[in-house]
């Protein structure tokens, strides 16, 4: 198998550990998309960034193990 498909397989199981590790900045992310009926773009940039930095940081830890 290529290299480059056993490193997506390798990150794709890293997805649930990353995940794992921002469940509380999720939490957060959600609570605001649901807060309204009709969300904006934009209405939880500040929160989706607070997720997207916890998500990204995790993967990266967890990949250079």
Known sequence: ?????????????QFPVAFAKCT??????ARCISSTE?????????????FKNCFQKAMSESLSK
């Open 24 to 29: 509380e900045h999720s939490v957060v992310y």
């Open 38 to 50: 009709h969300p904006e773009k934009g209405q939880c940039q500040k929160e989706f960034a607070f």
């Open 1 to 13: 198998m290529s290299s480059s498909v056993e490193r997506a397989r390798r990150k794709m199981h």
